[in-house]
């Protein structure tokens, strides 16, 4: 049976896993878990939602890990917990609003600092050695490839990024833990001007002998427009040449227009073909995710208004021709 978790360990990756968003309701939809749970196609999650900083520190230096940990005990329950990729702890997106809707001007760059170190130490700390790596910063690179214009960075420049490594990299040594610390984003899967600025961001981290591991490519790709399996290769060959790891943490590819047909469905497949064998020829690349394998849930269609499709499952849970697809590339 093309078990896919099964298969990418059978050939020297670490996992293949697929996200799980708690506030969904996922948890509670018994066919949907019954996928999710069988641990020869899914060895490895990521939390959708339960660990942003909205969520896991909602009022300043008030900590709520219990949602978090709902993940953390479904993942354990079905062995996905060796391979935890805790989702994440500097981001410009669901914040919350006491760091984003300050009276103006009332953050310095001392104490937004302070705010930020205090929330990854906790929060590294809170969830432990439950987590295989932290993607310590998000999205920190815009579509013009210039530093994305977030409250950290207005009041500490692009100087928050080794900021932020360096206490994630402080908070795991005082628990005595082993995580991985990741940079992850999106449009650095293929050679251009903002991967060559992720390239920077790696370069201006470890210039300080702060201590980042890998990074992950988000691959939220689009159908047909998804790069092929040698650009992909050569993106990832830019950081492994670092001496980094790579994971691809968020793969979809959604079709712009529905419904699909069976020529675009087709297309897909191959997409996620490519895609997939760009980590499995890549050594240093240790696994993939899937920013969930079903329809149902996708964070597609409320995001990008009338696009969609784009999981590996069909909403009722029948595989596309993309299932088959990932099987053969892996
Ligand atoms: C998305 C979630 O899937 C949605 O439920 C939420 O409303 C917004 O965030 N890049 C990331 C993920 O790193 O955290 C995002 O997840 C998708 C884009």
């Given at each position: 049976?093309?078990?896919?978790?099964?298969?990418?360990?059978?050939?020297?990756?670490?996992?293949?896993?697929?996200?799980?968003?708690?506030?969904?309701?996922?948890?509670?939809?018994?066919?949907?878990?019954?996928?999710?749970?069988?641990?020869?196609?899914?060895?490895?999650?990521?939390?959708?939602?339960?660990?942003?900083?909205?969520?896991?520190?909602?009022?300043?230096?008030?900590?709520?890990?219990?949602?978090?940990?709902?993940?953390?005990?479904?993942?354990?329950?079905?062995?996905?917990?060796?391979?935890?990729?805790?989702?994440?702890?500097?981001?410009?997106?669901?914040?919350?609003?006491?760091?984003?809707?300050?009276?103006?001007?009332?953050?310095?760059?001392?104490?937004?600092?302070?705010?930020?170190?205090?929330?990854?130490?906790?929060?590294?700390?809170?969830?432990?050695?439950?987590?295989?790596?932290?993607d310590v910063v998000n999205e920190a690179i815009d579509d013009n490839a210039q530093w994305r214009?977030?409250?950290?960075?207005?009041?500490?420049?692009?100087?928050?990024?080794?900021?932020?490594?360096?206490?994630?990299?402080?908070?795991?040594?005082?628990?005595?833990?082993?995580?991985?610390?990741?940079?992850?984003?999106?449009?650095?899967?293929?050679?251009?001007?903002?991967?060559?600025?992720?390239?920077?961001l790696v370069q201006l981290i470890k210039q300080y002998g702060i201590k980042i591991d890998g990074?992950?490519?988000?691959?939220?790709?689009?159908?047909?427009?998804?790069?092929?399996?040698?650009?992909?290769?050569?993106?990832?060959?830019?950081?492994?040449?670092?001496?980094?790891?790579?994971?691809?943490?968020?793969?979809?590819?959604?079709?712009?227009?529905?419904?699909?047909?069976?020529?675009?469905?087709?297309?897909?497949?191959?997409?996620?073909?490519?895609?997939?064998?760009?980590?499995?020829?890549?050594?240093?690349?240790?696994?993939?995710?899937?920013?969930?394998?079903?329809?149902?849930?996708?964070?597609?269609?409320?995001?990008?208004?009338?696009?969609?499709?784009?999981?590996?499952?069909?909403?009722?849970?029948?595989?596309?021709?993309?299932?088959?697809?990932?099987?053969?590339?892996?």
């Open positions: 049976a093309p078990f896919l978790h099964s298969a990418a360990v059978a050939h020297g990756k670490a996992w293949f896993g697929s996200e799980l968003d708690t506030f969904s309701g996922e948890q509670y939809d018994q066919a949907f878990m019954t996928v999710w749970n069988d641990s020869r196609i899914f060895g490895s999650t990521t939390p959708g939602n339960t660990m942003k900083w909205e969520f896991v520190e909602p009022q300043q230096n008030t900590f709520n890990f219990s949602q978090g940990m709902q993940t953390v005990a479904l993942s354990k329950a079905t062995g996905k917990d060796a391979h935890l990729r805790c989702h994440n702890l500097v981001w410009h997106e669901e914040l919350p609003s006491w760091v984003v809707y300050q009276p103006y001007d009332s953050w310095t760059n001392i104490t937004l600092a302070a705010a930020m170190i205090n929330h990854i130490t906790k929060t590294v700390r809170g969830f432990g050695s439950n987590c295989y790596s932290w214009n977030t409250i950290f960075y207005q009041y500490m420049g692009k100087y928050y990024i080794p900021i932020a490594f360096a206490a994630a990299q402080a908070a795991v040594k005082s628990i005595g833990a082993d995580i991985k610390l990741v940079y992850n984003d999106y449009n650095i899967e293929f050679p251009g001007a903002k991967q060559q600025k992720a390239v920077e990074v992950g490519f988000e691959s939220h790709f689009v159908f047909g427009e998804t790069p092929g399996a040698s650009a992909q290769m050569q993106a990832m060959q830019s950081f492994t040449s670092l001496g980094l790891n790579m994971y691809q943490t968020e793969l979809d590819v959604r079709f712009p227009s529905l419904p699909p047909t069976p020529a675009t469905l087709a297309q897909q497949a191959s997409d996620y073909y490519n895609t997939i064998q760009a980590c499995m020829k890549t050594p240093a690349c240790q696994g993939m995710t899937v920013w969930d394998f079903d329809d149902a849930y996708s964070w597609v269609p409320s995001t990008f208004a009338g696009q969609g499709d784009a999981c590996l499952y069909w909403a009722n849970l029948t595989r596309k021709p993309a299932y088959e697809a990932v099987y053969q590339a892996i």
